[in-house]
């Protein structure tokens, strides 16, 4: 069983449209990262939250931690072809932990 | 630039044969990762290292070891292949100053066992 599990598994949506993907635990994280996945590569770092309830956005993309770190989500508003990719969360159990523990992923297809 | 690269990119071995996947990063980070991706189970952690003669079990350790003999270089070795493993394995660094834990990943090597 993933200690993370992310919703939707897959999203293809159109251009323009909005979005969000959640990233759902029993447990509790320090700090909650999500990372973008294009094929043939391996992920990038989108962000990093680490306070219950932050907030952070990135252009068109929102990310937010839940207030009791359990949780996180990632809106996309008026998603562009650019934003297709798989998405991760990933978190660390404790400070200055190494290990990530990474979730089940959502690949989303943004349609022209 | 500083990087991650993974050898090689594709293999195709058959059942029961020794492999080894080769991962060097020039970061200079003490904190190495191997992982495999399957659709629908995202990364999940094999072995890691936290600096040089450090190696610890993941989660899917069972069939794999690896070694750390110096900062760059991080040999992940299947002992004996099983269809079971095959995947595209990611390794990753991160430093031991990154209060953020922010990984880098190599381009993965995509495995076949037959």
């Known amino acids: 069983t993933q200690l993370l599990e992310q919703s939707p598994q897959f999203l293809s949506i159109q251009e323009g449209e909005n979005l969000t993907v959640y990233c759902n635990s029993s447990s509790v994280f320090s700090s909650l990262q999500w990372y973008r996945q294009e094929p043939g590569e391996g992920p990038v770092l989108l962000v990093t939250?680490?306070?219950?309830?932050e907030v952070k956005k990135l252009k068109r993309l929102t990310f937010q931690f839940g207030d009791a770190r359990k949780d996180s989500s990632l809106h996309i508003t008026a998603a562009q072809p650019g934003d297709t990719g798989l998405y991760l969360c990933?978190?660390?159990?404790?400070?200055?932990?190494?290990?990530?523990?990474f979730g089940t992923g959502t690949r989303l297809t943004v349609i022209p | 630039d500083a990087e991650i690269t993974q050898s090689p990119r594709h293999k195709i071995t058959e059942t029961g044969r020794q492999v080894t996947l080769a991962c060097h990063q020039t970061?200079?980070?003490?904190?190495m990762f191997w992982y495999r991706q399957d659709l629908g189970h995202g990364l999940r952690l094999i072995h890691y290292?936290?600096?040089?003669?450090?190696?610890n079990k993941g989660e899917v350790s069972d069939g794999y070891s690896v070694s750390r003999s110096n900062t760059e270089d991080l040999p992940l070795t299947l002992e004996s292949a099983a269809s079971s493993q095959t995947s595209v394995y990611f390794c990753?660094?991160?430093?031991?100053?990154?209060?953020?834990?922010?990984?880098?990943f190599g381009p993965g090597t995509r495995l076949t066992v037959l």
């Open positions: 990933a978190g660390a159990r404790r400070t200055g932990a190494n290990n990530l523990f």
């Open positions: 990753a660094s991160s430093a031991d100053t990154s209060s953020y834990n922010e990984q880098f």
């Open positions: 939250v680490v306070t219950g309830g």
């Open positions: 970061w200079n980070h003490n904190n």
């Open positions: 290292s936290y600096g040089v003669h450090d190696t």
